[in-house]
């Protein structure tokens, strides 16, 4: 069972970088906050019924990421978190090249592929871990790995010689 | 890892960017999860209500043209150790759910009939909970009591849990009772009818053979080669900016590949009207959301 002392710690050691992750997916970082936040108090709900969550960080990724195609939850999530980050507006400029470059290769991926790539290589999750994550076959990851990992090696300009095998 | 992958992931590490956590980001998110768990029980009301309104509806039209009483129209033995024994049902049956449904012409006994909902139980084993493998259908047809031999179709996919949302695949013209997302979870269950007229979507999803076995397709699953679900999507409405649409769609797997047919259904007011067919090809894994414990929004039960 999650206790509070489990949340906290995933709120320190988790939370920045799975929002991180889902905004990635998404492109808007308050979304992915409120989607995370949100799969985060489902999967406490869950663990207080009894289910038992192996990964807490990559079920919560995973739920975070379906949450985000509702669009009335992003309206929503924008709409409360337009005030919240007012303030921080000015920091906008942090956004790195890198990940400018990362988001718009991103945004150039069908949203499965798009998925995957970010557990695999935002997360760091194998395929195994991201089949399991998101309730397909392995075979069917590595599929969408290989087809995702082609298109990002054009966008990012990274020379894709010498690569054939798609692996954990 | 290859090269491309090390390079990739390199390239995706640097995308990160610093995110300051507040620290009352804890309170809050103490302060939703009970706020959700309110959600979430009067969610199982308005849900045992609605299967109430329907059974009370058949049990008076029951009433009018003949004597036969209508079964007990909601209830669960959620909290059973040992399998019950459902008439027609030649094993023990668990954590059973029912509910009755109408369809055709009014005052009809044929209109009427029962679906009961449970997980296949043993005579020497303790009751398991349902899930897939285990959770079956039994159709009751021709009137509220239990005097037809029921179809029994299963088991179904279940992995997420299974409600009964009323009866909504059969023949394709009962109440569909659908969870409102409101945004944050469940907001209200409301009952639809669907147009007998409108190209019906759901005899699509649950093509129930007279006596036959054909797999029950019900909303949040599917069997084999064929898949079917139906979930809540948001689209952009031009007078009003948000609107809600149920996705139904249906897919049947020829050659590797599925072929998705989707039905998109506009909610206006107390009826559905299809608003578009979309047909494609998917990959497996990329079939959409299937409702279950997402459906709409709610949170649902294992």
Not at chain 1, 90 to 117: F, H, K, M, T, Y
Not at chain 2, 143 to 149: C, H, Y
Not at chain 2, 156 to 175: E, K, L, M, S, Y
Not at chain 2, 260 to 288: C, K, N, Y
């Amino acid at each position: 069972m999650l206790d509070d002392t489990t949340i906290r710690e995933f709120l320190r050691d988790d939370y920045p970088r799975l929002v991180n992750a889902v905004a990635l997916l998404t492109g808007d970082l308050p979304s992915a906050e409120d989607a995370v936040q949100e799969a985060l108090v489902r999967a406490w709900i869950r663990s207080d019924r009894g289910d038992v969550i192996e990964s807490l960080p990559a079920w919560v990724a995973v739920v975070a990421m379906n949450i985000t195609r509702s669009e009335w939850r992003r309206v929503m999530a924008e709409r409360r978190a337009r005030a919240r980050l007012a303030s921080a507006a000015a920091s906008d400029d942090l956004r790195s090249v890198d990940r400018v470059d990362v988001e718009r290769a991103l945004a150039g991926l069908p949203r499965r592929q798009r998925q995957i790539a970010v557990l695999r290589y935002f997360l760091r999750m194998d395929t195994r871990e991201v089949a399991d994550a998101l309730g397909v076959r392995e075979g069917t990851v590595k599929n969408s790995l290989s087809k995702a990992r082609a298109a990002l090696a054009v966008y990012l300009q990274i020379d894709e010689q010498e690569e054939n095998d798609v692996e954990a | 890892m290859s090269k491309l992958d090390e390079e990739l992931t390199g390239r995706f590490g640097k995308a990160e960017r610093p995110l300051p956590v507040d620290p009352e980001l804890f309170a809050g998110l103490l302060k939703k999860r009970v706020r959700r768990e309110r959600m979430k029980r009067a969610s199982t009301v308005g849900l045992v209500l609605a299967i109430g309104l329907g059974g009370a509806t058949a049990y008076l039209f029951a009433e009018r043209g003949t004597t036969v009483r209508p079964a007990s129209t909601a209830s669960s033995s959620a909290g059973a150790t040992v399998g019950a024994s459902i008439p027609g049902v030649p094993f023990p049956a668990c954590h059973v759910t029912n509910a009755t449904y109408f369809v055709g012409s009014l005052g009809h006994q044929d209109g009427f009939g029962a679906v009961y909902l449970f997980a296949r139980g043993s005579p020497s084993a303790p009751c398991p909970e349902v899930a897939s493998g285990n959770a079956y259908f039994a159709l009751y047809r021709g009137g509220v009591q239990l005097k037809s031999e029921p179809t029994i179709f299963g088991p179904i996919d279940c992995t997420q849990g299974c409600r009964i949302f009323t009866t909504p695949d059969i023949d394709g013209r009962v109440a569909l009772a659908v969870v409102v997302d409101h945004g944050i979870g469940a907001d209200s269950m409301e009952l639809y009818r669907i147009h007998p007229e409108a190209d019906p979507p759901f005899t699509q999803m649950s093509v129930v053979g007279q006596g036959g076995s054909s797999p029950l397709i019900f909303d949040w699953g599917g069997i084999g080669a064929s898949r079917a679900g139906a979930s809540c999507v948001t689209v952009r409405n031009p007078s009003n900016g948000i609107a809600h649409q149920l996705d139904i769609w249906h897919a049947v797997l020829r050659g590797g590949t599925w072929h998705l047919v989707e039905r998109f259904m506009t909610i206006d007011g107390d009826q559905v009207h299809l608003d578009h067919v979309a047909r494609s090809s998917a990959a497996d894994g990329f079939l959409p959301d299937g409702g279950g414990s997402a459906f709409c929004g709610s949170i649902g039960s294992r």
